[in-house]
Structures are given as structure tokens and as C-alpha cells.
T-cell receptor, first 116, second 115 residues
Framework: EAGVAQSPRYKIIEKRQSVAFWCNPI?????LYWYQQILGQGPKLLIQ????????DSQLPKDRFSAERLKGVDSTLKIQPAKLEDSAVYLC??????????????FGEGSRLTVL | DAKTTQPPSMDCAEGRAANLPCNHS???????VYWYRQIHSQGPQYIIH???NNETNEMASLIITEDRKSSTLILPHATLRDTAVYYC????????????????FGTGTRLQVTL
């Protein structure tokens, strides 16, 4: 079974530039998450999708971050304009979202963003 | 979701059992205990979860106290590849709308397995 795919793995940009990250979840997984992980901290949830609808985006900085999951499969996370404090690893995860297995998230390897 | 408390770091000799504690004294009756780990430069990996009974799988065992206020993750024979940050998380199985509720990570326990 293919895992969660993310790209790019690494990105370096200057502040005020824009960047986009792409995620392809495990086939058939209805729930998709984007997490931000700053160095030395645990992952922080940015947004959660159920199919193509948003379940939770309470911690997404909506003035600069946006995310979409068209057709309920792939997802993109965009940052525009980027700030220095956005330097982090952006992790995508998916789960089947069903019953007790809803808490079994499968994570991608992440996209490491450096903002200069 | 209930808050958890874990020691920031632990050491374990290779081949010995690693016992990672977690305190979740405010856990609710419908909240499960989940454990994940994150090896350096990788995404977190699911290990095990439980409600009130002890659980075991091919990776680890989970011991939950009778009052459910704390739990211990046991790696029976730790290897160097088990060096990672281990996260203890409590969450409900599903949210009010029936969708999967979110997983909130703390700072975890950094386990160092040594020769």
C-alpha cells in the first residue's frame, strides 16, 4: 500500500514570497490533515478535511495560509506571503476516519520550509 | 481533548525494556489513549491505542491504570532504531458530527536507546 506522498521535500524562499505544498493521501482515506511542526515542538494541527469539506481550521492563520482539497483526494497548502516564523516542517496525514481507526493517522515525510 | 504530561527525556539500554509513562489525570470516559512516535526527519508513526484494557501489538504494549489517569507504553526489547520522540495523546474516537476528531500533540518524551 502506497503511503502519504508529499512534495516538495525541501523549499527555501525569502520572506513575503509564496509557496505551495502538495499532498496525496492514502487511497480511500476520507480524512486529511495538515500539521505544522516547528523545530523542537510537537506537530500542530492547521486544518482537517473530511472528504472535500473542512472540519477544523481553527488554528490556520487565514490571513496568509489557505488549503483546499478538491474532489476529496489531493490537497494543497499555500502560504502567501511567507514570514520568518513560518519556517517549519509541514506534515500531511490521512486516516480512514472510521470508528476506532479514525485515530490511526498515516503521515507523510513532510515538507521542510525555510524562510530567509 | 485532555492534557497529557510526559517526561521530556529518557534513556534505555539496548535489549532492555523501555517503559514510557504518561499522565492524563483529566481524561474523560470517552477518550482513548494513543501513542505515536517520531523518528528524526520522519513523520509521526502510530504505535498503539486503548480505552481501559491493556493492549499489545507487534510494536509495543500499553498498560492503562484502573482509574485511567495514567498509562505506560512498553517497548519490550528496545533497539537503537527505537530512538525517537514518543507522544502520548488522548482523544475521543469521533467528534460530535461523527467525523474523526483531531489529534493534538504535546512535546513528547525523547527516548535515547544506547549500546
Amino acid at each position: 500500500e502506497a503511503g502519504v506522498a508529499q512534495s516538495p521535500r525541501y523549499k527555501i524562499i525569502e520572506k513575503r514570497q509564496s509557496v505551495a505544498f502538495w499532498c496525496n493521501p492514502i487511497s480511500g482515506h476520507a480524512t486529511l490533515y495538515w500539521y505544522q511542526q516547528i523545530l523542537g515542538q510537537g506537530p500542530k494541527l492547521l486544518i482537517q478535511f473530511q472528504n472535500n469539506g473542512v472540519v477544523d481550521d481553527s488554528q490556520l492563520p487565514k490571513d496568509r495560509f489557505s488549503a483546499e482539497r478538491l474532489k476529496g483526494v489531493d490537497s494543497t497548502l499555500k502560504i502567501q506571503p511567507a514570514k520568518l516564523e513560518d519556517s517549519a516542517v509541514y506534515l500531511c496525514a490521512s486516516s480512514s476516519g472510521r470508528g476506532l481507526r479514525a485515530g490511526e493517522l498515516f503521515f507523510g515525510e513532510g515538507s521542510r520550509l525555510t524562510v530567509l | 481533548d485532555a492534557k497529557t504530561t510526559q517526561p521530556p527525556s529518557m534513556d534505555c539500554a539496548e535489549g532492555r525494556a523501555a517503559n514510557l509513562p504518561c499522565n492524563h489525570s483529566t481524561i474523560s470516559g470517552n477518550e482513548y489513549v494513543y501513542w505515536y512516535r517520531q523518528i528524526h526527519s520522519q513523520g509521526p508513526q502510530y504505535i498503539i491505542h486503548g480505552l481501559k484494557n491493556n493492549e499489545t501489538n507487534e510494536m509495543a504494549s500499553l498498560i492503562i491504570t484502573e482509574d485511567r489517569k495514567s498509562s505506560t507504553l512498553i517497548l519490550p526489547h528496545a533497539t537503537l532504531r527505537d530512538t525517537a520522540v514518543y507522544y502520548c495523546i488522548v482523544r475521543v474516537a469521533t467528534g460530535n458530527t461523527g467525523t474523526a476528531s483531531k489529534l493534538t500533540f504535546g512535546t513528547g518524551t525523547r527516548l535515547q536507546v544506547t549500546l
